[in-house]
């Protein structure tokens, strides 16, 4: 598992793995109500795309920094922040959303940043 390409898929894969959990978890005990964002189809894309950027936000870290891992810590923190962005500010205008339902989603954001920085850097 040395080849970036395949830790970024393994990265794509867990990602959604634990987010669709996630949206089961909520969706199963209704510990959420539901609402357009919590829904699979939207968790998935972005889940997809988000680590799909991340592989090739580490992959253009790696050549240029001295301190890959280091530097890598920064942009996912930095991401991560302007991830919330929408979250907080567009989301508490939808109709369907809960504060739990945005605080769902902001953790999913932190799941898939942690799972990508994770596999991405080892």
Known sequence: MRS???????????????????????TATGAVRPFEPLNYQPVFLLTAAGAAGATLAYALVRRVSD????TFAVVVVVALLLSFVPDVAWLPGDPGATTAGIAVLMLMHVTTAAICFVVLTR
């Open 67 to 70: 301190r890959p891992r280091r």
């Open 4 to 26: 970036l390409p395949v830790r970024g898929a393994l990265a794509v894969v867990l990602s959604l793995a634990v987010n669709g959990l996630v949206v089961w978890a909520v």
